[in-house]
């Protein structure tokens, strides 16, 4: 035991810059007269994932899976209900004070809707100087320089550090908050639907930038985006999330060429193909009806009452994350065989 720990330790050290273990966060909500009868949403149940040094690990899912709720645990924005978040081999649950302050610094978050995260009143400049003040990382002249060189980086000319947020288009607005977000020179980000927002010849201005970066300073993101076409380009590992759980997570490769999740397949198949000869001889699966509220999740495996493959042990026992394939991690009684995925445009 004592072997294995030392081992894991060492792992989490030198392999993986995150590690997520267990995590669960469970919403109370009251419902009824006078709210008395007590619920909770599983938005995330009892997760596990790990994040590499300098790799980006794109999330997707539905509308209301529990993208953002990972992100925010993440962050520390929200309490956990049960798990461990481990940073740089840290458990940050038990992280308090000034410690706590230092490592969440080097986590930082760039979210879907860069105007509402900016503060209206305040202009360019004291909005990426915050962090570098509350921080006390830098003032005066050395501050102005830090700011005047993250401007510099995101592209946004140094005339406009005056401006404030609604003098932007949504474009250089994101890019007010990816210098904000990297004012504290952190190690991970974790960007929350980042271009979704964005018209679509920005978005690949945006995601360009994002990739520069990543080289510049070597970055670590987790990329959360609603479909796969979103993650595509940039990750280099992709996790499927469904009501709340993980159901798969893989190489953006392994995941594109040979699902073995049927909710990946029916993601998949939204996916547009080019060439019309690969196109005609895939499987196009659609994935019918909406995702049941985590509020009352189906029993079993989760994905049972949209799932073409279902089967009656489906009903019954819910499948745990297993690696069926070297570094292939799916959560399906009957994972799928060869020749459901898409070949990847490389
Ligand atoms: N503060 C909250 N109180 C109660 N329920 C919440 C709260 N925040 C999120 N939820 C619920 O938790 C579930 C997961 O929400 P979350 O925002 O993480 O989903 P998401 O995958 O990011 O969705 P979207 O793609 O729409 O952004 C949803 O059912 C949501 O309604
Ligand atoms: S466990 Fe059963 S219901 Fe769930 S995804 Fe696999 S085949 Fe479908
Ligand atoms: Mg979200």
Redesign the pocket.
């Given at each position: 035991m004592e072997q294995l720990m030392k081992e894991d330790s060492k792992n989490v050290q030198t392999e993986y810059l995150l590690e997520v273990r267990g995590l669960k966060k469970y919403?109370d909500?009251s419902e009824g007269l006078f709210k008395k009868r007590k619920s909770f949403?599983r938005?995330?149940d009892n997760i596990d994932f790990f994040v590499k040094p300098g790799e980006t690990l794109g999330i997707v899912?539905?509308?209301?899976?529990?993208?953002?709720?990972?992100g925010n645990l993440i962050m520390q924005l929200l309490d956990k209900t049960e798990g461990e978040i481990i940073f740089e081999g840290v458990d940050l649950g038990k992280l308090s004070g000034e410690k706590l302050r230092r490592k969440r610094a080097e986590i930082q978050m760039i979210f879907q809707d860069p105007f509402s995260s900016l503060n209206p009143r305040m202009r360019v400049f004291d909005i990426i100087a915050e962090p570098l003040k509350t921080h006390h990382v830098a003032k005066g002249k050395e501050l102005e320089n830090q700011v005047y060189e993250l401007m510099d980086v995101v592209g946004l000319d140094r005339s406009y550090a005056r401006r404030y947020p609604h003098e932007f288009s949504g474009g250089q607005r994101q890019r007010i908050g990816i210098a904000r977000a990297l004012a504290l020179k952190p190690k991970l980000i974790i960007c929350d639907?980042p271009v979704s927002a964005l018209d679509v010849s920005i978005q690949s201005q945006i995601l360009n930038l994002m990739a520069k970066l990543q080289k510049e300073f070597n970055l670590t993101y987790i990329f959360?985006a609603?479909g796969l076409p979103a993650v595509k380009h940039i990750s280099d590992r992709i996790a499927v999330?469904y009501l709340?759980k993980i159901v798969e997570i893989t190489t953006k490769e392994k995941l594109f060429d040979q699902p073995l999740h049927p909710y990946t397949e029916g993601l998949l198949s939204a996916v547009p193909i080019p060439d019309p000869t690969l196109r005609d001889k895939k499987n196009r699966i659609i994935i019918e009806g909406d995702m049941p509220?985590?509020a009352n999740p189906p029993s079993g495996c989760r994905f049972h009452p949209r799932c073409p493959y279902a089967q009656e042990r489906c009903k019954i026992e819910e499948p745990k994350l297993v690696e069926e394939q070297q570094d292939h991690f799916v959560a399906c009684h009957f994972p799928l065989e060869e020749g459901h995925g898409i070949l990847l445009d490389k």
């Open positions: 919403f909500v949403v938005a995330v899912g539905e509308s209301g899976c529990g993208k953002s709720t990972t639907e959360i609603h999330m709340g509220s985590p």
